[in-house]
């Protein structure tokens, strides 16, 4: 079955990096679309960025746009989230996912934690 397991996560002041990673099994991945989510207390959650099986296309959402990219290497059947100048607002915790078709698997991991302080 689908295993998806974060890694990466910290605590980092304002404007600092961090870069998460995931590694992913059970599943084809090198054909599959994959993304990174995030969910921070309180707020339901939310696809951040999101990247073709060929790594050829990306996506992000309008709040992480020019700081964060998100990368995967299919041979190691990793996908990578690099994040900069961070801010106290990226403060949650990150998952990453497969999407089959137009629908994102319900199938989650454990998630690694970013915390950020002003």
């Known amino acids: 079955q689908v295993r998806l397991v974060e890694s990466g996560g910290g605590f980092v002041q304002a404007g600092g990096s961090l870069r998460l990673s995931c590694a992913a099994s059970?599943?084809?991945?090198?054909?599959?679309?994959m993304g990174w989510y995030r969910q921070a207390p309180g707020k339901q959650r939310e696809l951040v960025a999101s990247i073709l099986s060929t790594g050829t296309k990306t996506n992000y959402a309008d709040s992480v746009k020019g700081r964060f990219t998100i990368s995967r290497d299919n041979a190691r059947r990793t996908v990578d989230l690099q994040m900069n100048s961070l801010k106290p607002e990226d403060t949650a915790t990150y998952y990453c996912?497969?999407?089959?078709?137009?629908?994102?698997?319900?199938?989650w991991g454990q998630g690694t934690l970013v915390t950020v302080s002003s």
């Open positions: 059970g599943f084809h991945f090198s054909v599959s679309t």
């Open positions: 996912n497969v999407r089959y078709g137009s629908t994102w698997s319900d199938s």
